[in-house]
């Protein structure tokens, strides 16, 4: 069973432009959650989607979407990017993001913001 | 208020056991895991645990859980230079979806 998949491994944009990160679960999973990760403030929680549906958000600024389709894949979007952007952002799927399904990770992007 | 905490470093000789400690803050947490990550990679689930467990093993993995304390526990035995990487303790609570991650123990292992 191929893993979570997560495209592109790597990105550099620039302060102001935008970007779209993709995520595919593992098949047979509908839940999926995003996190960054950066070494001042480690792995944060940025939000959930479950069958098409945002379930549950961080704290994170209206700049960072999201959005799933209706065969679980998912996208994460950060718009008007900013330095503090830069970081390791990791997707994560589960069967259906209950609490005794594990979620499974991807190898993540890394986003560079010059 | 949710935290979870753990030492940032470990040293450990080559064939001894590791023991990575960690703490958490929130007693309703239902779940409890350990993540391993290896340089340029995502996060590896290892092992997890139920709360209502005092310990889970699975090979060279021993997972001990005081619940009192709020305390977890990771055991490697038979470290091997494969083992070197940064392992982060989790929970999770029944009412949210997201996990609450550590900041990360660096294992390193030496000859």
């Known amino acids: 069973k191929a893993g979570v998949t997560q495209t592109p491994r790597y990105l550099i944009k620039t302060r102001g432009q935008q970007v779209t990160l993709s995520c595919s679960p593992i098949s047979g999973h509908r839940s999926v959650s995003w996190y960054q990760q950066t070494p001042g403030q480690g792995l944060q929680f940025l939000f959930e989607?479950?069958?098409?549906?945002?379930?549950n958000k961080g704290n994170f600024p209206g700049r960072f979407s999201g959005r799933q389709f209706s065969n679980s894949r998912s996208e994460m979007n950060v718009s008007t990017l900013e330095l503090g952007d830069s970081a390791l952002y990791l997707c994560a799927s589960s069967y259906r993001g209950q609490e005794n399904q594990p979620q499974h990770f991807g190898d993540g992007t890394r986003l560079s913001i010059l | 208020g949710e935290d979870v905490e753990q030492s940032l470093f470990l040293s450990v000789r080559e064939g001894d056991s590791s023991v990575i400690n960690c703490t958490y803050t929130d007693s309703s947490s239902t779940y409890l895991y350990w993540y391993k990550q290896e340089p340029g990679a995502g996060l590896q689930l290892l092992t997890y645990?139920?709360?209502?467990?005092d310990m889970k093993q699975d090979q060279r993995l021993t997972v001990l859980l005081n619940k009192k304390d709020k305390h977890l526990s990771l055991r490697i035995a038979d470290t091997q230079t494969g083992d070197s990487a940064i392992y982060f303790c989790a929970e999770r609570y029944s009412s949210a979806s997201k996990i609450i991650f550590g900041s990360g123990t660096r294992l390193s292992i030496r000859p």
């Open positions: 989607y479950f069958s098409e549906t945002q379930r």
């Open positions: 645990i139920f709360s209502n467990m």
